[in-house]
T-cell receptor, first 111, second 113 residues
Framework: GENVEQHPSTLSVQEGDSAVIKCTYS??????FPWYKQELGKRPQLIID?????GEKKDQRIAVTLNKTAKHFSLHITETQPEDSAVYFC??????????FGTGTRLLVSP | NAGVMQNPRHLVRRRGQEARLRCSPM?????VYWYRQLPEEGLKFMVY????????ESGMPKERFSAEFPKEGPSILRIQQVVRGDSAAYFC???????????FGPGTRLTVL
């Protein structure tokens, strides 16, 4: 089955810096790659997603890139703010829309 | 348009008791997914249901766990004879189609004493 690896597990940046989180997947049939932000004790919230027919997608300070050949995708956050601090999860969908999640990255943005 | 609803938000059970977790999908959504999140870990898929049908239960333990999504009413995840290792946050998500975005509910935090 699908396996998603995510790095780094923790990431500390200064406010205003950029943050990059990387994920790799194993199933070449996966075709949808969402990113979720989860604050402590809250539900995962979709922040951006990309489908396999697109190489890059951007939404204000957030962008995602996808390299199908290498089977990896990355989340880029520019001009980070303290409210960006949370755990971020990448995921891949395979088969019957079963989301397979990465292990999460704890992002800490210091003022 | 109300989002995905889950209840209870917190549930405490003693070992050996039964836990019933309920999930009402967003209006118009007929696809429901259950995920489990252990403390400090990612979410793990458990089961995918459409109205009255289990589509994929590959992530659900074969014993003690069951799920249903009846024609009327919420989806229910049932855990019989709970053990301490069942303590986790259980999230459900819903989507409008098999290729649609999944919207998550607030989760039920199960604590087994």
């Amino acid at each position: 089955g699908e396996n998603v690896e995510q790095h780094p597990s923790t990431l500390s940046v200064q406010e205003g810096d950029s943050a990059v989180i990387k994920c790799t997947y194993s199933d070449s049939a996966s075709n949808y790659f969402p990113w979720y932000k989860q604050e402590l004790g809250k539900r995962p919230q979709l922040i951006i997603d990309i489908r396999s027919n697109v190489g890059e997608k951007k939404d204000q300070r957030i962008a995602v890139t996808l390299n199908k050949t290498a089977k990896h995708f990355s989340l880029h956050i520019t001009e980070t703010q303290p409210e960006d601090s949370a755990v971020y999860f990448c995921a891949a969908i395979t088969g019957f829309q079963k989301l397979v999640f990465g292990t999460g990255t704890r992002l800490l943005v210091s003022p | 348009n109300a989002g995905v609803m889950q209840n209870p938000r917190h549930l405490v059970r003693r070992r050996g008791q039964e836990a019933r977790l309920r999930c009402s999908p967003m209006k118009g959504h007929s696809h429901v997914y259950w995920y489990r999140q252990l403390p400090e870990e990612g979410l793990k898929f458990m089961v995918y249901l459409q109205k009255e049908n289990i589509i994929d239960e590959s992530g659900m333990p074969k014993e003690r766990f069951s799920a249903e999504f009846p024609k009327e009413g919420p989806s229910i995840l049932r855990i019989q004879q709970v053990v301490r290792g069942d303590s986790a946050a259980y999230f459900c998500a819903s989507s409008s189609s098999s290729e649609g975005e999944q919207f998550f509910g607030p989760g039920t935090r199960l604590t087994v004493l």
